[in-house]
DNA sequence: CTGGATCCGATTTGATACTG
DNA sequence: CAGTATCAAATCGGATCCAG
Protein backbone atom coordinates (compact mmCIF):
# COMPACT_ATOMS: atom_id res chain seq x y z
CA UNK A 1 0.00 0.00 0.00
CA UNK A 2 2.01 3.26 -1.16
CA UNK A 3 1.04 6.80 0.49
CA UNK A 4 -1.53 8.95 -0.76
CA UNK A 5 -2.26 12.38 -0.44
CA UNK A 6 -5.55 13.83 0.58
CA UNK A 7 -6.76 17.38 1.62
CA UNK A 8 -3.27 18.21 1.51
CA UNK A 9 -2.13 15.57 4.05
CA UNK A 10 0.13 12.38 3.33
CA UNK A 11 -1.61 8.73 4.79
CA UNK A 12 0.53 5.94 5.03
CA UNK A 13 -2.37 3.35 5.23
CA UNK A 14 -6.46 3.24 4.73
CA UNK A 15 -6.44 2.61 8.54
CA UNK A 16 -4.51 6.09 9.12
CA UNK A 17 -7.26 7.86 6.42
CA UNK A 18 -10.13 6.07 8.49
CA UNK A 19 -9.25 7.16 11.79
CA UNK A 20 -8.34 10.64 10.17
CA UNK A 21 -12.17 11.03 9.50
CA UNK A 22 -13.81 9.42 12.23
CA UNK A 23 -11.69 9.20 14.91
CA UNK A 24 -9.96 11.31 17.61
CA UNK A 25 -11.47 12.47 21.16
CA UNK A 26 -14.82 13.58 19.87
CA UNK A 27 -16.33 12.09 15.84
CA UNK A 28 -17.29 8.64 17.33
CA UNK A 29 -19.26 9.99 20.28
CA UNK A 30 -20.93 12.81 18.13
CA UNK A 31 -21.55 10.16 15.53
CA UNK A 32 -23.08 8.01 18.15
CA UNK A 33 -25.69 10.19 19.52
CA UNK A 34 -26.79 11.17 16.16
CA UNK A 35 -26.95 7.84 15.15
CA UNK A 36 -31.04 7.35 16.18
CA UNK A 37 -32.14 11.32 15.97
CA UNK A 38 -31.71 14.92 15.24
CA UNK A 39 -29.83 17.22 17.93
CA UNK A 40 -29.49 20.64 18.52
CA UNK A 41 -26.59 22.07 19.57
CA UNK A 42 -26.46 22.18 23.14
CA UNK A 43 -28.50 19.34 23.25
CA UNK A 44 -25.06 17.55 22.15
CA UNK A 45 -23.62 19.71 24.07
CA UNK A 46 -25.14 18.78 27.28
CA UNK A 47 -25.04 15.30 26.61
CA UNK A 48 -21.17 14.36 25.81
CA UNK A 49 -19.61 15.50 29.00
CA UNK A 50 -16.69 17.30 28.88
CA UNK A 51 -16.78 18.75 25.68
CA UNK A 52 -15.85 21.98 25.39
CA UNK A 53 -17.61 24.17 23.61
CA UNK A 54 -14.58 24.88 20.99
CA UNK A 55 -14.39 20.69 20.37
CA UNK A 56 -17.87 20.04 19.56
CA UNK A 57 -17.82 23.44 17.55
CA UNK A 58 -15.06 22.44 15.34
CA UNK A 59 -15.74 18.52 15.00
CA UNK A 60 -19.29 19.35 14.27
CA UNK A 61 -17.38 21.23 11.21
CA UNK A 62 -15.15 18.65 10.66
CA UNK A 63 -18.04 16.17 10.61
CA UNK A 64 -20.18 18.05 8.25
CA UNK A 65 -17.54 18.96 5.73
CA UNK A 66 -16.26 15.41 5.07
CA UNK A 67 -20.33 14.35 5.09
CA UNK A 68 -21.05 12.70 7.85
CA UNK A 69 -23.47 15.29 8.88
CA UNK A 70 -26.02 17.82 7.85
CA UNK A 71 -26.48 20.79 9.37
CA UNK A 72 -29.37 22.60 9.26
CA UNK A 73 -30.30 25.94 10.50
CA UNK A 74 -33.54 27.64 11.05
CA UNK A 75 -33.79 31.41 10.27
CA UNK A 76 -35.23 32.19 13.36
CA UNK A 77 -34.26 34.03 16.85
CA UNK A 78 -32.52 32.96 19.01
CA UNK A 79 -30.94 30.83 16.42
CA UNK A 80 -32.01 27.19 16.24
CA UNK A 81 -29.47 24.29 14.57
CA UNK A 82 -30.48 21.12 13.96
CA UNK A 83 -27.59 18.10 12.92
CA UNK A 84 -28.59 14.87 11.66
CA UNK A 85 -26.39 12.04 10.63
CA UNK A 86 -26.02 11.51 6.81
CA UNK A 87 -25.99 7.82 4.86
CA UNK A 88 -21.97 8.40 4.99
CA UNK A 89 -22.40 8.51 8.71
CA UNK A 90 -24.90 5.75 9.23
CA UNK A 91 -22.48 3.39 7.65
CA UNK A 92 -19.72 4.38 10.22
CA UNK A 93 -22.16 3.47 12.97
CA UNK A 94 -20.82 -0.58 12.43
CA UNK A 95 -17.03 0.37 12.28
CA UNK A 96 -17.99 2.70 15.86
CA UNK A 97 -19.67 -0.97 17.38
CA UNK A 98 -16.75 -3.32 16.60
CA UNK A 99 -14.24 -0.97 17.86
CA UNK A 100 -16.44 -0.45 21.14
CA UNK A 101 -17.02 -3.86 21.55
CA UNK A 102 -13.36 -4.06 21.53
CA UNK A 103 -13.07 -1.64 24.14
CA UNK A 104 -15.32 -3.03 26.40
CA UNK A 105 -13.09 -6.67 25.86
CA UNK A 106 -10.28 -4.77 26.75
CA UNK A 107 -11.39 -3.32 29.73
CA UNK A 108 -12.37 -6.56 31.17
CA UNK A 109 -8.66 -7.72 30.66
CA UNK A 110 -7.54 -4.99 32.24
CA UNK A 111 -10.01 -4.73 35.01
CA UNK A 112 -11.24 -1.97 34.73
CA UNK A 113 -14.42 -1.10 36.23
CA UNK A 114 -15.94 1.88 35.54
CA UNK A 115 -16.44 2.65 39.67
CA UNK A 116 -12.80 4.16 39.48
CA UNK B 1 -21.02 4.78 30.66
CA UNK B 2 -19.91 6.63 33.08
CA UNK B 3 -15.68 8.13 32.95
CA UNK B 4 -13.20 5.74 34.18
CA UNK B 5 -9.67 6.32 35.14
CA UNK B 6 -6.64 3.69 33.71
CA UNK B 7 -3.28 4.51 34.59
CA UNK B 8 -4.06 8.03 35.86
CA UNK B 9 -6.06 9.19 32.73
CA UNK B 10 -9.75 9.60 32.54
CA UNK B 11 -11.58 7.79 29.56
CA UNK B 12 -14.91 8.63 28.43
CA UNK B 13 -15.86 5.52 26.86
CA UNK B 14 -14.90 2.21 25.77
CA UNK B 15 -13.65 3.36 21.86
CA UNK B 16 -11.34 6.00 23.41
CA UNK B 17 -9.59 2.88 25.73
CA UNK B 18 -9.55 0.79 22.81
CA UNK B 19 -7.56 3.63 20.45
CA UNK B 20 -5.53 5.02 23.31
CA UNK B 21 -4.28 1.20 23.36
CA UNK B 22 -3.63 0.23 19.33
CA UNK B 23 -4.54 4.07 17.85
CA UNK B 24 -2.05 6.47 16.97
CA UNK B 25 -0.01 6.32 13.67
CA UNK B 26 2.04 3.75 14.08
CA UNK B 27 0.47 0.95 16.52
CA UNK B 28 -1.94 -0.75 14.42
CA UNK B 29 1.40 -0.92 11.20
CA UNK B 30 3.43 -2.50 13.68
CA UNK B 31 1.03 -4.60 15.20
CA UNK B 32 -0.23 -5.68 11.45
CA UNK B 33 2.83 -6.64 10.58
CA UNK B 34 3.59 -8.71 13.34
CA UNK B 35 0.56 -11.04 12.98
CA UNK B 36 2.09 -13.83 11.54
CA UNK B 37 6.04 -13.41 12.02
CA UNK B 38 8.81 -12.43 14.38
CA UNK B 39 10.76 -9.55 13.51
CA UNK B 40 14.30 -7.50 14.92
CA UNK B 41 13.80 -4.02 15.57
CA UNK B 42 15.65 -3.15 12.43
CA UNK B 43 13.65 -4.79 9.93
CA UNK B 44 10.61 -2.94 11.59
CA UNK B 45 12.33 0.05 10.70
CA UNK B 46 13.10 -0.97 7.40
CA UNK B 47 9.59 -2.28 6.96
CA UNK B 48 7.30 0.97 7.89
CA UNK B 49 8.04 3.64 5.94
CA UNK B 50 8.58 7.23 7.53
CA UNK B 51 8.54 5.88 11.25
CA UNK B 52 11.31 7.51 12.97
CA UNK B 53 13.70 6.04 15.06
CA UNK B 54 12.26 7.63 18.41
CA UNK B 55 8.01 6.98 17.19
CA UNK B 56 9.16 3.10 16.72
CA UNK B 57 10.74 2.89 19.90
CA UNK B 58 8.32 4.35 22.38
CA UNK B 59 5.74 2.56 20.12
CA UNK B 60 7.30 -1.43 20.81
CA UNK B 61 7.62 -0.32 24.50
CA UNK B 62 4.10 0.76 25.22
CA UNK B 63 2.58 -2.44 23.06
CA UNK B 64 4.38 -4.20 25.36
CA UNK B 65 3.99 -2.70 28.03
CA UNK B 66 0.03 -3.63 27.83
CA UNK B 67 0.83 -6.98 26.33
CA UNK B 68 0.47 -6.69 22.63
CA UNK B 69 3.66 -7.94 21.96
CA UNK B 70 6.21 -9.67 23.44
CA UNK B 71 10.03 -8.43 23.64
CA UNK B 72 13.14 -10.99 23.35
CA UNK B 73 16.66 -9.78 23.92
CA UNK B 74 19.49 -11.93 22.83
CA UNK B 75 22.87 -11.47 24.90
CA UNK B 76 24.90 -11.02 22.10
CA UNK B 77 27.25 -8.49 20.76
CA UNK B 78 25.54 -6.47 18.76
CA UNK B 79 22.44 -6.71 19.77
CA UNK B 80 19.42 -9.15 18.41
CA UNK B 81 16.16 -8.34 19.82
CA UNK B 82 13.31 -9.85 18.31
CA UNK B 83 9.00 -8.44 18.25
CA UNK B 84 6.53 -11.12 18.40
CA UNK B 85 2.94 -10.73 18.91
CA UNK B 86 0.56 -11.71 21.84
CA UNK B 87 -2.71 -13.90 22.17
CA UNK B 88 -3.96 -9.90 23.26
CA UNK B 89 -2.30 -8.67 20.14
CA UNK B 90 -3.65 -10.99 17.89
CA UNK B 91 -6.83 -10.60 19.13
CA UNK B 92 -6.23 -6.84 17.68
CA UNK B 93 -5.57 -8.10 14.13
CA UNK B 94 -9.52 -8.38 13.07
CA UNK B 95 -10.45 -4.80 14.61
CA UNK B 96 -7.48 -3.76 12.74
CA UNK B 97 -8.74 -5.46 8.92
CA UNK B 98 -12.11 -3.86 9.92
CA UNK B 99 -10.94 -0.72 10.04
CA UNK B 100 -8.94 -0.92 7.15
CA UNK B 101 -11.76 -2.29 4.63
CA UNK B 102 -13.85 0.80 6.44
CA UNK B 103 -11.15 2.40 5.13
CA UNK B 104 -10.37 1.92 1.88
CA UNK B 105 -14.11 2.04 1.54
CA UNK B 106 -13.77 5.65 2.10
CA UNK B 107 -11.12 6.23 -0.04
CA UNK B 108 -13.34 5.29 -2.93
CA UNK B 109 -16.18 7.50 -1.94
CA UNK B 110 -13.40 10.24 -1.44
CA UNK B 111 -11.82 9.54 -4.61
CA UNK B 112 -8.20 8.90 -3.20
CA UNK B 113 -6.66 7.13 -5.46
CA UNK B 114 -2.60 5.94 -4.61
CA UNK B 115 -1.27 7.69 -7.77
CA UNK B 116 -1.55 11.24 -5.85
C1' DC C 1 22.35 -2.99 16.32
C1' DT C 2 19.28 -1.27 19.60
C1' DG C 3 17.81 2.27 22.44
C1' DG C 4 17.74 6.13 25.82
C1' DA C 5 17.84 11.26 26.48
C1' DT C 6 17.42 16.06 25.12
C1' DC C 7 16.12 20.00 22.65
C1' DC C 8 12.82 22.45 20.17
C1' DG C 9 9.26 23.57 16.74
C1' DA C 10 4.53 22.33 15.36
C1' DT C 11 0.08 21.11 16.45
C1' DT C 12 -3.78 20.60 19.51
C1' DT C 13 -6.76 22.02 22.97
C1' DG C 14 -8.83 24.74 26.93
C1' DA C 15 -10.28 29.08 28.71
C1' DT C 16 -12.09 33.30 27.87
C1' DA C 17 -14.15 37.17 25.64
C1' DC C 18 -17.09 38.83 22.15
C1' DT C 19 -21.14 38.75 18.46
C1' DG C 20 -25.88 38.63 16.00
C1' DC D 1 -28.75 29.88 21.23
C1' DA D 2 -25.09 29.13 18.34
C1' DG D 3 -20.88 30.53 16.77
C1' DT D 4 -16.15 33.00 16.06
C1' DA D 5 -11.60 34.78 17.59
C1' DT D 6 -7.66 34.97 20.45
C1' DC D 7 -4.19 33.61 23.63
C1' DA D 8 -1.80 30.41 26.49
C1' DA D 9 -0.88 25.71 28.06
C1' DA D 10 -0.04 21.14 27.02
C1' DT D 11 1.15 17.51 24.04
C1' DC D 12 3.41 15.47 20.19
C1' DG D 13 6.89 14.42 17.09
C1' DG D 14 11.38 15.07 14.51
C1' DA D 15 16.26 15.69 14.71
C1' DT D 16 20.28 14.86 17.02
C1' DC D 17 23.65 13.06 20.20
C1' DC D 18 25.43 9.62 23.27
C1' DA D 19 25.94 4.65 25.01
C1' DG D 20 26.60 -0.52 25.67
Known sequence: MPDFLFDKKLYYNPVEFAMDRI??????PILWRLKDRVMRYGELKKDIPHITHKMLTSQLRELEAEGFIDRKVYPVVPP???YSITERGLSAIPIIETIRNYGLQLMEEFNVNENH
Open 23 to 28: GGTWKM
Open 80 to 82: KVE
